[in-house]
């Protein structure tokens, strides 16, 4: 019994990594701990990157939290980047609770904002409305154009069985298109781009607007939009922790044939979620041609629609943390503007990205370090 | 049995054993599966391994096929100390497993099935000549299998025969069968231990792994027993223990094996299904016209091989499943083709053949799992709204009187055990006092305490008034807990069996064998055959 049949005789570093699935559920605060330990790493890969490249990490960082939360004027703008965020990382984490592939947000988002447009440019109501009335017309008519967009793929998906994937993906370029048709052709402005300018009324409150009263306010561009966003995930907590409908949607995103089973209508839910998910998404858009460009133009989003997919990845689906990993994007698509060259902040973005994506690894797995045992 | 022979014959090397496994710890996710575990296997014997669910016999198994990795522990195979990083290393070492849960790809062949994963042949494939092989080696072990056959024609039970001729043709001398019989009818069971003396007898050995006391008994030379983990008994010889002994040394009590089981009183008609006809998912007739009733404080077994339209019966009578012909009414009302939530508004309480896909959400909460079908109403329902200290609080309850445990009801039910799994289920279906309980294998995978606990909620379910059918595989618990017994065979039920506390049933064993193989209760009175 004393010879060995081992299959590893190539011993020569002393130590060893051992990965093992965790024996218990970590701690509460792990997953945030290890989420922070993830962008640290990923600021220092980006830094050594920056300093290969010939710059100097520590000036370039600085630069970036300064263009992003440097100043109030710069803060104000990143929530302004992060409203539209918020509220399409919202419409992805509902469907993706119920396990439906939303890839469609960016389509939505340019469906609402057609939508919104349309109250103003057709019009639906004239220039001089309230803005009490305007507002109001703008999300709802901005909301349901979203929704129908969301409606389309989701009664596919309950009717016939139609992968969600393909079919909302494809709907983006739809709504692109359809969005191009109308700014091209019917509400073009001398031949541009772009529709008229909306009328007053038909812009989202910002808070420059009270800086008459509050002076600090003066000159920043954060708008109503921000509240709604807020709103928002408190309304989609509710809805999905508290709601007899969000227990529904939970339930069938974890075992859609324990959803059967207690008697849960899936199709329905399925065409539902889609809805409320293309409507949320649609309310992005509404709030950003509304409170930021006042007019429909095109390229009005840099893709806010496939970051939701992201942000509601981050955020492990939960309504809270999007706003906060919306923020976080926000301060970065903003520096990307201001730093030469824009692509540093893209690439410390993917880098993050990557490194918070990896870090899950660890929220399942622990790695030790161990001494080899010295066979006999 | 010869058992006794066999065991003075290898007395002779006794000292010599083909596996030695010493000290064996594995750890999983909350539970320590093995917890320093020594084993012994001799040459030429057939060892059991008898232990509840969840004692780690399926666990020292896979460290010793190589499918895991101890923590901690020594595996000496014919003296030498080795250790394998997969079930490769294993089977060079001339050990092989048979998995509970067949490896076989459904389209090939049986040979090819066999040689999937070897070396040879290197480059050109004469397939007959190995047809040949195969068939020969199948012949010396009893194990008859058309090696041309594909995999997906074949029955569950030869299935296992090429599951175990793959580890013989790679050469094992060690064989382990994870619960071999699980999926097999009383008459392949006997084949199954026919094949298992014969490898003994030359000279292999077999490692059993069950929790079923009466066929360990009958087909093991020694065996251990593992309760928590721990070994309880380690090598003792069959005919020096009784079955009462193994069940105190399995769960460590006193198992009660007769449940005291009142005279029904049977009520008014609660279900009746007429003529019920169903497809199942590949589109062929599961059920081809069939017709039974169940009373109100009664319990009817449904009796049967799997896979003869069990699953479809019941999640046509549950609505999960459409029916293409025939009528259920339950209490009057007809509930065939309706919603699922219609069925559970008259009054149906179903207990799905599976926990984990079908009865339970695995990462929703125990509160969560249990308010499925009490969601919409209120208290637990206000409004639109759920109220989370109602549900809470009827989750505790539940918790309470049904003896779940779980640190708190905001658990995920993934992380529980198949016993309180199934208890969270029960708990769910019995407090919505249904008029009609479908339970569909409601012990299956449950250990010997568990299924003792499973069985009296279900009796106390038929005392308090409500109709029972319970389909189950198990005979033994049909024959305890049922008052009639049907027996079904490929969607059509063979006849009927009633049973009376006192004097038991009304059919013996073989007849209901024998209906349970296809052939009608009629057929059997006929031709007098018994």
Known sequence: MSETISSSSRERFPYKLRIEPWLHDPPKWYPYFISLVAIVAALVIGGILLALSGGDPFQSYAHIARASFGSLGVISDTIVKATPLILVGLACTIAFRMKLWNIGAEGQLFMGALGASAVVLIPLLPPATTPWIFIPAMILVGVLAGALWGFIPGFLKARWGINEIITTLMLNYIALALVNFFIFAVWSEGGFQMSPRFPKNAWLPRLADYAEQIPVFQGLTTHLGLLIGLGASVLVWFILYRSRWGYEIRLIGDNKEAARYAGINIYRNIILVMMVSGGLAGLAGVSEISGVVHRLQAGFSPGYGFTGIIIAWLAKLNPFAVVVVSVLFGALLLAGREIQPSGIPRMIQGIILVCLIASDFLLRYRVRIERKVQEA | ?530
Request: charged letters at 25%; glycine letters at 10%.
């Open chain 2, 1 to 530: 049995m010869t058992n006794s022979d066999n065991a003075a014959q290898k007395t002779g090397h006794k000292d010599q054993f083909v596996v030695e496994m010493r000290g064996i710890v594995k750890q999983f996710p909350g539970v320590l599966a093995n917890d320093h575990v020594d084993f012994e296997l001799r040459q030429g014997e057939i060892h059991a391994l008898l232990g509840e669910n969840g004692a780690g016999k399926s666990t020292l198994m896979n460290v010793l096929a190589g499918l895991y990795r101890s923590e901690a522990g020594e595996i000496f195979v014919n003296g030498k100390l080795v250790s394998f990083s997969s079930p490769r290393d294993a089977i060079d070492a001339g050990i092989g497993m048979v998995h509970q849960h067949f490896m076989l790809v459904p389209s090939q062949t049986v040979t090819e099935n066999i040689l999937l994963g070897l070396d040879e042949p290197r480059f050109r494939m004469q397939l007959s000549d190995y047809d040949r092989v195969v068939e020969d080696l199948g012949e010396r072990f009893g194990l008859k299998v058309d090696p041309r056959a594909k995999v997906w024609q074949l029955s569950v039970g030869e299935q296992q025969r090429i599951e175990i001729l793959k580890m013989l043709y790679r050469g094992a001398d060690v064989l382990i069968m994870d619960e071999p019989t699980a999926v097999l009818a009383p008459q392949e069971i006997e084949g199954l231990f026919e094949t298992l003396r014969t490898m003994a007898l030359e000279g292999k050995s077999v490692i059993f792994i069950s929790h079923k006391l009466q066929e360990v008994t009958i087909i093991s030379d020694r065996i251990s027993v593992l309760r928590r983990g721990k070994m309880t008994a380690a090598g003792i010889d069959t005919n020096k223990i009784t079955r009462q002994e193994l069940a105190n040394l399995m769960v460590g009590r006193e198992v009660i094996f007769s449940l005291d089981k009142q005279p029904k009183a049977v009520g008014n008609v609660v279900l009746s299904v007429t003529d019920l006809e169903a497809e199942n998912d590949k589109g062929l007739g599961a059920l081809q016209g069939i017709s039974f009733e169940v009373h109100s404080g009664e319990i009817v077994g449904m009796a049967g091989v799997a896979g003869n339209g069990q699953s479809e019966l019941a999640e046509v009578l549950s609505g999960m499943r459409a029916n293409t012909g025939g009528k259920i009414l339950l209490n009057n009302v007809d509930i065939s083709n309706k919603s699922t939530r219609f069925g559970i508004k008259q009054g149906l309480g179903y207990i799905p053949e599976d926990r984990t896909h079908v009865g339970t959400a695995p990462n929703l909460s125990v509160t969560d799992n249990v308010i499925m079908k009490k969601y919409r109403q209120s208290p637990i329902a206000r409004g639109w709204m759920i109220d989370q200290t109602e549900a809470i609080q009827f989750a505790n309850e539940l918790k309470d009187e049904y003896d779940i445990i779980v640190p708190t009801v905001e658990t995920p039910v993934r992380l529980l055990s198949g016993g309180n799994l199934q208890r969270v289920i029960l708990a769910r279906e019995i407090s919505g006092e249904p008029a009609l309980m479908i339970a569909m294998q409601p012990t299956r995978g449950l250990d010997v305490g568990a299924i003792e606990g499973v069985q009296r909620l279900l009796l106390e379910q038929r005392d308090a008034g409500a109709a029972i059918l319970l389909v189950s595989e198990e005979l033994e618990e049909l024959l305890t807990l049922s008052d009639r017994l049907l027996v079904i065979y490929e969607g059509q039920i063979m006849g009927e069996v009633s049973i009376d506390p006192q004097s038991g049933p009304s059919a013996d064993i073989e007849t209901i064998g024998l209906m349970m193989t296809g052939t009608p209760l009629e057929q059997i009175e006929a031709e007098g055959v018994t």
